[in-house]
């Protein structure tokens, strides 16, 4: 194998590379002798098929197995002769491949970047701490409570309010016909929660349990059927029952209802969680310390192939949340080329970053299991 680098670009690297013509005839050859010990064709016993019909039948394929073959271990044999770690996979592209011929192929390459490893015992960063305080301890208690508050039908009609509950009925229409998943029965309504579609539980404030209401509402433009959005759904609402919420009683009853033997048990399970979310917060505060430090103090040339790779990720997944939201880039405050200068230099930064920690972690034998 003769390996011939032609040009050396920053971190891209260019190799000629020619395998000789007898050693690709002897991989072919090798390859219908194994052939020849398994295909089975009519007329011939197994292991007793003539070469010379294997090839006719064959060749072609094998000297797919074998270009594809003789590629891969010239092509690593020659990284590694070079000292080069490739960033992604090489390119190849095969410029001559036949039987009686040098096997050529050209290979473009961008390794990875010799880094400089930091000295850690230079550096020096804080880890908050903070202690959790009995009245953040209630203050979650009664957040529980609040969110498991039950509710008590109204006892004497009356007009309903915000913070309470209406139970009914109801069925839609836009332009007269019926809306398709438009209906429902023994449906909660959240007075003042918003949970439904914009401004239906608004104008069914008030209501009481037994009135009949009509009320108008205009689909969002996030509205699931594109041809519906901006329309009006007319719905006919039937309440059947008004429901007020009772008062919240933090006690062992409902340490019970959630599962806790009792309010003390509740109270340090709300500690641990508080704890959990303090901790939390203090590692990403301290991540975020280090890892600008290290922006910050090391630069050093970054594959542009995995700049690429990291910026697609980022990409697709800002075109996804802007699709799901319904949003262009003329409602965002920078156009499309700003954005995508803002994340190409994101993703620059997470690559460089990543490679300096690849390169701390070999150097002192980090492991991290999947667990």
């Not at 000789?20 to 072919?28: L, Q, S, Y």
């Not at 029965?185 to 239906?200: E, H, I, M, T």
């Not at 959005?229 to 919420?245: D, S, T």
């Not at 690559?351 to 701390?360: M, N, P």
């Amino acid at each position: 194998m003769k390996v011939t680098e032609t040009s050396v670009e920053g971190l891209n690297h260019e190799y000629q590379i020619v395998v000789p013509m007898v050693e690709v005839r002897n991989r072919i050859s090798d390859r219908l002798k194994e052939l020849q010990q398994t295909v089975r064709i009519n007329g011939f016993r197994p292991g007793k098929v003539p070469i010379s019909i294997l090839r006719q039948r064959y060749v072609n394929s094998v000297m797919g197995e074998v270009l594809e073959k003789v590629v891969g271990e010239t092509s690593q044999q020659a990284l590694k002769d070079g000292g080069v770690r490739p960033a992604l996979q090489p390119k190849i592209e095969i410029k001559s491949f036949e039987e009686d011929k040098d096997l050529e192929y050209v290979m473009l390459v961008e390794a990875l970047p010799d880094v400089d490893l930091p000295d850690l015992k230079k550096f020096k960063f804080t880890r908050m701490k903070v202690e959790t305080t009995e009245a953040e301890v209630d203050s979650a208690v009664e957040k529980l409570g609040e969110r498991n508050r039950t509710f008590a039908e109204v006892k004497r009609k009356r007009k309903s309010k915000n913070g309470e509950v209406l139970v009914v009925d109801f069925k839609a229409t836009v332009d007269g016909t019926p809306l398709e998943n438009g209906s429902g029965q023994d449906f909660r309504v959240g007075l003042g929660a918003n949970s439904f579609l914009p401004g239906f539980d608004e104008q069914l404030i008030g209501a009481k349990a037994g009135d009949l209401c009509s009320i108008t509402i205009t689909l969002p433009d996030n509205y699931r059927d594109e041809k519906l959005r901006g329309k009006e759904a007319v719905f006919e609402v039937n309440v059947k029952e008004h429901l007020e919420p009772e008062e919240i009683k933090v006690d062992d009853t409902l340490a019970k209802a959630l599962g806790l033997e009792d309010l003390t048990a509740l109270k340090a399970a709300a500690r641990t969680e508080l704890e959990r979310g303090n901790n939390a917060q203090s590692r990403t505060r301290l991540k975020r310390d280090l890892l600008d430090t290290f922006a910050e103090t090391y630069g050093f040339d970054v594959p542009n192939g995995m700049i690429e790779r990291e910026f697609e990720g980022i990409w697709a997944q800002i075109e996804s949340d802007m699709e799901r939201a319904g949003s262009s880039w003329e409602d965002e405050e920078q156009t499309e080329d700003e954005a995508r200068a803002e994340y190409k230099g994101i993703a620059e930064r997470r690559v460089r970053l990543a490679l300096l920690l690849s390169e701390i972690g070999q150097e002192n034998k980090i492991t991290v299991p999947q667990e």
